[in-house]
T-cell receptor, first 112, second 114 residues
Framework: QKEVEQDPGPLSVPEGAIVSLNCTYS??????FMWYRQYSRKGPELLMY????GNKEDGRFTAQVDKSSKYISLFIRDSQPSDSATYLC????????????FGTGTQLKVEL | DTAVSQTPKYLVTQMGNDKSIKCEQN?????MYWYKQDSKKFLKIMFS???????INETVPNRFSPKSPDKAHLNLHINSLELGDSAVYFC?????????????FGDGTRLSIL
């Protein structure tokens, strides 16, 4: 079993929908949580960054962390075709040289 | 201006050959990383360097040897390439080695072993 689990999808939604992407993890020592977006043939691009539990909002994106449940989410409001990409959750713990542990990614397609 | 750049973008070579991938960052960051992304898109860290010093060395075969001539460059040399080395290799950098520092990725080097 991987340390970080993520539904690979693909997830297909109509334009304008609210998208919910999720990851669960097993290591309770993880403290820093990130969401990356990866377009085809490109590198991961940092979207959201959260420390410990709580919510963070940035434009159409909201990241939530529930450490008690070992569960993190990314919500995308008013989804656009340009949001079509693979979304990777990543996390790291205090100490350990900033080593990121990634989920396997969820492929999202937003259709017109 | 590309922040983290890798060369080459594509590398096709025969099994048993030796090859190198180069990475440069112009962000002024102290820490650089190599990740491997397999065919299922799973990203896994291989190495990290902080200011030319090796910090992370995951369970990677000895055929892989990173080298950091200065803090803006991190190269990856692979000896005796095997079929299982086919993957996309990503370089990343962060301002410091401290926990939670956001990492910025290059666009990857696609390595195919024939």
């Amino acid at each position: 079993q991987k340390e970080v689990e993520q539904d690979p999808g693909p997830l297909s939604v109509p334009e304008g929908a609210i998208v919910s992407l999720n990851c669960t993890y097993s290591n309770s020592a993880f403290q820093y949580f990130m969401w990356y977006r990866q377009y085809s043939r490109k590198g991961p691009e940092l979207l959201m960054y959260t420390y410990s539990s709580g919510n963070k909002e940035d434009g159409r994106f909201t990241a939530q962390v529930d450490k008690s449940s070992k569960y993190i989410s990314l919500f995308i409001r008013d989804s656009q075709p340009s949001d079509s990409a693979t979304y990777l959750c990543a996390m790291t713990l205090t100490g350990g040289g900033n080593k990121l542990t990634f989920g396997t990614g969820t492929q999202l397609k937003v259709e017109l | 201006d590309t922040a983290v750049s890798q060369t080459p973008k594509y590398l096709v070579t025969q099994m048993g050959n030796d090859k190198s991938i180069k990475c440069e960052q112009n962000l002024g960051h102290d820490t650089m990383y190599w990740y491997k992304q397999d065919s299922k898109k799973f990203l896994k860290i291989m190495f990290s360097y902080n200011n030319k010093e090796l910090i992370i060395n995951e369970t990677v075969p000895n055929r892989f040897s990173p080298k950091s001539p200065d803090k803006a460059h991190l190269n990856l040399h692979i000896n005796s390439l095997e079929l299982g080395d086919s993957a996309v290799y990503f370089c990343a950098s962060s301002q410091e080695v401290g926990s939670g520092q956001p990492q910025h990725f290059g666009d990857g080097t696609r390595l195919s072993i024939l």
